[in-house]
T-cell receptor, first 113, second 114 residues
Framework: AQSVAQPEDQVNVAEGNPLTVKCTYS??????LFWYVQYPNRGLQFLLK??????LVKGSYGFEAEFNKSQTSFHLKKPSALVSDSALYFC???????????FGKGTMLLVSP | SAVISQKPSRDICQRGTSLTIQCQVD?????MFWYRQQPGQSLTLIAT?????????ESGFVIDKFPISRPNLTFSTLTVSNMSPEDSSIYLC???????????FGSGTQLSVL
């Protein structure tokens, strides 16, 4: 079985500060990991993915995520937050051999001016 | 990238009625999925829409309640049947290009059942 956990319902950050949104996963094989963002009244948008290779993955809008196999984590990061980054962020995982994604419950990121 | 048109964008329905949601993609795709996003909760996969055969439903979802059609590689419909207030949710169409690739999502259908 595959599962993903986002331990924080909400993360608050001041503009210009670094941000981290946490994600941990559980799979039986090799994970394929994704981050998606959902802006108000809009569908989900892909941010980045890890399939294999470099543990640090760079994605859209200046976001990056670090795959840590020993800690089974895939935290989303950005060096300097923008107010426009405020949105709902979903981590998702797919175990090798599975055809479908499992999503975390989402973390609301609020960036204050 | 894929352009996905999903409609209606929102609807308010009476208990006991049915609503059909349409998903149109601007190019042929192999994998199409239907998700539900209940208020304050994550996305839950309802089913994989298979072209030319019956949809593959996830645990907790059945064809009688959520019949799905996929007549070709660019179009699918999801029907929410005999609706109750518990069906109030956002329903999202999603497509995937290639293997292990990212998903593209429609803008969703906000359904409210009175």
């Amino acid at each position: 079985a595959q599962s993903v956990a986002q331990p924080e319902d909400q993360v608050n950050v001041a503009e210009g500060n670094p941000l981290t949104v946490k994600c941990t996963y559980s799979v039986s094989g090799n994970p394929y990991l994704f981050w998606y963002v959902q802006y108000p009244n809009r569908g989900l948008q892909f941010l980045l993915k890890y399939i294999t290779g470099d543990n640090l993955v760079k994605g859209s809008y200046g976001f990056e995520a670090e795959f840590n196999k020993s800690q089974t984590s895939f935290h989303l990061k950005k060096p300097s937050a923008l107010v426009s980054d405020s949105a709902l962020y979903f981590c998702a995982v797919r175990d090798y051999g599975y055809s479908t994604l499992t999503f975390g419950k989402g973390t609301m990121l609020l960036v204050s001016p | 990238s894929a352009v996905i048109s999903q409609k209606p964008s929102r609807d308010i329905c009476q208990r006991g009625t049915s609503l059909t949601i349409q998903c149109q993609v601007d190019s042929q795709v192999t994998m199409m999925f239907w998700y539900r996003q209940q208020p304050g909760q994550s996305l839950t996969l309802i089913a994989t829409a298979n072209q030319g055969s019956e949809a593959t439903y996830e645990s907790g979802f059945v064809i009688d309640k959520f019949p799905i059609s996929r007549p070709n590689l660019t179009f699918s419909t999801l029907t929410v049947s005999n609706m109750s207030p518990e069906d109030s949710s956002i329903y999202l169409c999603s497509v995937e290009y290639g293997a292990n690739e990212k998903l593209f999502f429609g803008s969703g259908t906000q359904l409210s059942v009175l």
